[in-house]
């Protein structure tokens, strides 16, 4: 599905997605969206959905200002689907080339919340997210949590989380909470030559349950604090020390901090 050409090119102001995939072995490719509350969902809206995506690329697409209250979440890019309370089998998912664009009204409008740019949610690994750029505008009132440019989910997983995934090549500026919040089993995942900067928390492994999990080579510059009192380059570790014990390795990374703001 390829909307470069296309003399329409922006779907406003729905009350859902602008497009949710169900099916496999699909390219969708620049479309604008803009408004919503969600902008692609790639996976079933319920569990019993016989339909389970896979190999599907999302690419050279740009989402701007998906937005929505403090009771639900806005993902511009969601892998997985459905809500909070099922698993999917979505896998191979690849996610490229995508501008993302999202605005924290912060006190102005406190019961508006922008979501994370790309969440990976409830689904199978094998997915790829590169050289995509997640910014956002703003920040958020005190008391209501952030979000962050890339998100898996759920937290503190041992099955049923972020594996077999490569993130790479991406920029991500001004997240509210995590530059790439990857909480889970961590198992083979990579994440490599992006750059981070303005967020509260560079990354977040907090915890990796059973990895290995790498994360080399990215640039952390400027955290910057936004719900928290606290901000930095990593946040790692976990309350439930059995939980806290999978395999994490950090190499030749940068970190740059000569501001005051932080």
């Known amino acids: 599905i390829d909307a470069t050409d296309a003399t329409i090119d922006y779907l406003e102001g729905w009350q859902d997605c602008g497009f949710r995939i169900e099916g496999s072995h699909i390219r969708l490719k620049g479309f604008k969206i803009f ?51 099922f698993f999917t089998d979505v896998h191979n998912i690849t996610v490229q080339y995508n501008e993302i664009y999202l605005i924290e009204p912060g006190t102005a409008l406190v019961k508006l919340v922008a979501g994370s740019g790309i969440t990976i949610r409830h689904s199978e690994g094998g997915h790829i997210l590169r050289y995509n750029k997640i910014v956002f505008k703003g920040t958020v009132q005190d008391g209501i949590h952030g979000k962050d440019c890339i998100n898996s989910l759920p937290n503190f997983d041992w099955v049923e989380t972020i594996h077999d995934t490569d993130i790479y090549g991406n920029y991500c500026e001004g997240a509210t909470d995590d530059g790439f919040s990857l909480d889970g089993n961590g198992m083979n995942v990579r994440v490599w030559s992006n750059t981070i900067r303005g967020v509260t928390n560079g990354v977040s492994v907090t915890p990796i ?17 936004h719900w928290t009192g606290g901000c930095g380059f990593v946040k790692g570790g976990s309350a439930n020390t059995k939980s806290d014990q999978g395999y994490l390795y950090f190499y030749h990374n940068t970190v740059v901090y000569d501001n005051m703001v932080a």
């Open 35 to 85: 408004g919503g509350f969600h902008g692609i969902i790639v996976g079933p809206e319920k569990n019993s959905a016989p339909l389970q995506p896979h190999d599907v690329i999302i690419e050279n697409n740009i989402i701007q200002d998906s937005i929505t209250d403090v009771s639900h979440d806005s993902e511009p890019i969601n892998i997985g689907g459905g809500g909070s309370d």
């Open 209 to 225: 349950t059973i990895g290995p999990t790498y994360i080399f080579r990215n640039v952390f510059t400027q955290p910057q604090r």
